[in-house]
């Protein structure tokens, strides 16, 4: 049987989603940051190039801080609150698995 998860007391779980939410707040500012100086950069050394590689170069690095630091803070609000330690995930030993089966 599982053990109780924190995030079920609601107090606990809306503290736990205001510091996910504060956290990807200052993940959407670095983000910000970091496309604006990748863009800048680019611009300086490359000059006018299509507005398609600078909307690509944005959107690529965007969307790889965003999912990363989106599943990160996740796995940190999981761990953070004790979720982790109410799942049940207890596996059967090598030995039952992998043993031959008595056919008497």
Not at 4 to 27: C, E, F, G, T
Not at 35 to 44: K, N
Not at 56 to 73: D, E, K, V
Request: no cysteine.
């Amino acid at each position: 049987m599982a053990n109780k998860s924190p995030l079920d007391d609601p107090q606990n779980a809306a503290h736990a989603w205001a510091r996910y939410r504060r956290i990807m707040r200052v993940l959407m500012l670095a983000t910000i940051v970091t496309v604006l100086i990748a863009v800048g950069l680019l611009y300086a050394y490359n000059g006018a190039i299509s507005v398609h590689f600078y909307i690509a170069t944005a959107l690529g690095i965007s969307f790889t801080m965003l999912l990363g630091g989106g599943l990160m803070g996740l796995a940190f609000l999981s761990n953070g609150t004790g979720h982790d330690e109410s799942v049940d995930n207890r596996l059967p030993d090598p030995d039952e698995l992998w043993s031959p089966k008595d056919e008497n």
